[in-house]
């Protein structure tokens, strides 16, 4: 099963996420406005209203030693958890081709670990 992220469920979003949800996809939609996640909730997998989470823990700087400056670029205090799906640790400490797979709810941030992909058999 293909898994896909639609940020954004205005009008073409909202089409999107239902469309790929009917072919079969596995849908995290995510919005600021929770009309639109109400809306869809019921028709893909996962619906979420991130932006009004994401403000309220919001920080002023990174809470992470080494993390990148970025322009624009905004911190949140580490409370949520998500797993990620990834090929291999880089030699500078980053995911190479990482894929986000879903938020946790049943984890908590002091549980996570930092984990090595294992190979597969064969």
């Known amino acids: 099963?293909?898994?896909?992220?639609?940020i954004g469920l205005g009008r073409f979003g909202s089409a999107l996420a239902e469309a790929l949800a009917q072919?079969?996809?596995e849908i995290i939609a995510v919005d600021e406005r929770m009309e639109l996640v109400e809306a869809v909730k019921d028709k893909v997998a996962y619906a979420?209203?991130?932006?009004?989470?994401?403000?309220?823990?919001e920080v002023a700087e990174s809470q992470f030693q080494g993390?990148?400056?970025l322009r624009g670029a905004?911190?949140?205090?580490?409370?949520l958890v998500c797993e990620?799906?990834?090929?291999?640790?880089t030699d500078d400490g980053k995911?190479?081709?990482?894929?986000f797979k879903g938020l946790r709810p049943d984890k908590l941030p002091t549980d996570c670990r930092r984990e090595d992909p294992v190979a597969a058999p064969g």
């Open 74 to 79: 905004r911190f949140t205090r580490p409370e």
């Open 1 to 6: 099963m293909r898994r896909f992220l639609v």
């Open 95 to 99: 995911l190479r081709a990482a894929s």
């Open 48 to 57: 979420a209203q991130l932006e009004a989470d994401l403000a309220e823990r």
């Open 23 to 25: 072919a079969g996809g």
């Open 67 to 69: 993390a990148p400056r």
């Open 84 to 89: 990620v799906e990834y090929l291999k640790w």
